[in-house]
């Protein structure tokens, strides 16, 4: 018999070390994206232009017209919203003439100009949300009624919803490197970073790039303990 087979289960079972490292590499990926955004804040850009500044430099420069730039409340909670064609620059970032702030406002400028280019892991990632956010949502539920049900291919379905945000994650990598890969050509040019302020830039957004790959990590090992936990057919 499937399911019931397994006994009970305690909260705390042999599988919970894969969630406890993906949460280790995310807080790590978290203290350190901080700590060096923090390291070089204080490092004041020589051509004295705020996050906001380079933002609106760097979309003229690409000839982007139909984005807008914001402020918006919170700590390194910058983004781009492709649908509402919206640079937001948190307030850590839009005032502030810091090497960090500079290299962050690129870089999302970076996703603005994947989106007037149609790159390809941008729109893809974008039509995924919906149904990643749907699937994250309805795989526990799934799972566990398909587990006490001692219906198999329930919840088998509730692992391939989960496995929807692992796609999203994996997706998410091109993505972020490929913004990152722009703002790093674009501030090259010196207009905005001298020479010797680029390799700062670079290891900001180095940073920022491991919180997606921890992300994902963490994602793929929480499927995995799921797929341990769930995945096996049992029979008496």
Not at 208 to 222: D, G, K, S
Request: proline fraction near 3%; charge should be positive; glycine fraction near 6%.
């Amino acid at each position: 018999m499937y399911g019931m087979g397994y006994g009970f289960m305690p909260f705390f079972d042999p599988t919970m070390i894969l969630v406890i490292i993906g949460l280790v590499l995310s807080g790590i990926a978290s203290a350190y994206v901080n700590s060096t955004f923090r390291k070089y804040d204080e490092v004041k850009s020589r051509n004295h232009v705020t996050g906001t500044q380079a933002a609106q430099y760097i979309l003229n420069d690409q000839g982007i017209n139909d984005v807008g730039v914001q402020r918006i409340a919170g700590n390194l909670t910058d983004n781009y919203n492709s649908q509402t064609k919206m640079l937001s620059l948190s307030e850590a970032t839009a005032q502030s003439t810091s090497v960090a702030a500079i290299a962050v406002a690129a870089h999302e400028c970076g996703h603005a100009v994947q989106d007037a280019k149609s790159y390809v892991p941008l729109r893809l990632r974008a039509a995924i949300v919906p149904v990643a956010n749907f699937g994250s949502t309805l795989a526990f539920p799934i799972i566990l009624i398909g587990f006490f049900l001692s219906a198999p291919k329930l919840v088998t379905i509730g692992l391939w919803a989960f496995s929807l945000a692992l796609i999203f994650q994996l997706v998410t990598l091109p993505v972020e490197f490929n913004a990152s890969a722009r703002a790093l050509k674009i501030l090259s040019n010196g207009n905005l970073l001298t020479e010797d302020e680029l390799p700062m830039a670079r290891k900001v957004l180095f940073a920022a790039a491991l919180t997606y790959v921890a992300a994902a990590v963490a994602t793929f090992l929480q499927l995995l303990r799921l797929i341990l936990l769930f995945g096996g057919n049992r029979r008496d």
